[in-house]
């Protein structure tokens, strides 16, 4: 279930955020999460 609770969020900020293209802010929140996570590192460490 939590896996899926972005869907909810995502369908509040169509109902509630008038005049933004949620749609697009979620393509761009997505683009910014991967770029952080491919320069995450490849081995596994403490706080960094």
Same mark, same amino acid.
Request: net charge negative.
């Given at each position: 279930?939590? =896996?899926?609770?972005?869907?909810?969020?995502?369908?509040? =900020?169509?109902?509630? =955020? +008038?005049?933004?293209?949620?749609?697009?802010?979620? !393509?761009?929140?997505?683009?910014?999460?991967g770029?952080?996570?491919?320069?995450?590192?490849? !081995? +596994?460490?403490i706080?960094g």
């Open positions: 279930s939590e =896996a899926g609770h972005y869907t909810t969020f995502l369908n509040y =900020a169509k109902k509630y =955020a +008038e005049g933004m293209d949620v749609d697009k802010r979620w !393509k761009e929140f997505l683009e910014f999460e770029e952080i996570i491919q320069n995450f590192g490849t !081995k +596994e460490t706080h």
